[in-house]
Antibody
């Protein structure tokens, strides 16, 4: 059974940093692109970033470029999102998902709240 | 990277059909056959219902169908059932490995 379990969310002050993790199981992690998607309170879904199977390609939504970094550790079947210079508008539930266009499996999400 | 446009709500009675639209531009919906639709029940994980405009993953009832015309994609749910009541989101490939989502449509089964 495919499982994606996010962790690392929490309350952080504006300008702060946070690292999200996503533990994957039930599939061969290193042959899939992986994606981060977020949902802001009361709003729809927003694609955040994705990463190639071997980490050689990474893509970001404009609003997080230069502040967020997506990475992965295939030996640990884990996906990460390093978030710096956090802003109030980054407050959202962050989901990791498998694949890069048709997101076939999603995690339950982890809540990030940016507030003073 | 503008969001795709979906109606905020849609509704239908059990057994009826309902269609949800998803409007983008020639840079996303109109430019690629990579439109997906996701269903999300409250508190649940999003579930992919349609991919590549009209393909259904195994296990998705054939009551769900997808199509596209120009810059607008559509999800049709036929023979509405109570369990179809959920939020539905469309997404489209937008080039340069970017993905764009719609704002979501709340489907109510009357």
């Amino acid at each position: 059974e495919v499982q994606l379990v996010e962790s690392g969310g929490g309350l952080v002050q504006p300008g702060g940093s946070l690292r999200l993790s996503c533990a994957a199981s039930g599939f061969t992690f290193n042959i899939y692109w992986m994606t981060w998607v977020r949902q802001t309170p009361g709003k729809g879904l927003e694609w955040v970033a994705n990463i190639h199977q071997d980490g050689s390609e990474k893509y970001y939504v404009d609003s997080v470029k230069g502040r967020f970094t997506i990475s992965r550790d295939n030996a640990k079947n884990s996906l990460y999102l390093h978030m710096n210079s956090l802003r109030a508008e980054d407050t959202a539930v962050y989901y990791c998902a498998r694949d890069e266009i048709s997101l076939t499996y999603w995690g339950q999400g982890t809540l990030v709240t940016v507030s003073s | 990277q503008s969001a795709l446009t979906q109606p905020p709500s849609a509704s239908g009675s059990p057994g009826q059909s309902v269609t949800i639209s998803c409007t983008g531009t020639s840079s996303d919906v109109g430019g690629y056959n990579y439109v997906s639709w996701y269903q999300r029940h409250p508190g649940k994980v999003p579930k992919i219902m349609i991919y590549e405009v009209s393909k259904r993953p195994s296990g998705v009832p054939d009551r769900f169908s997808g199509s596209k015309s120009g810059n607008t994609a559509s999800l049709t749910v036929s023979g509405l059932q109570a369990e179809d009541e959920a939020d539905y989101y469309c997404s489209s490939y937008a080039g340069s490995n970017n993905l764009v989502f719609g704002g979501g449509t709340k489907l109510t089964v009357l």
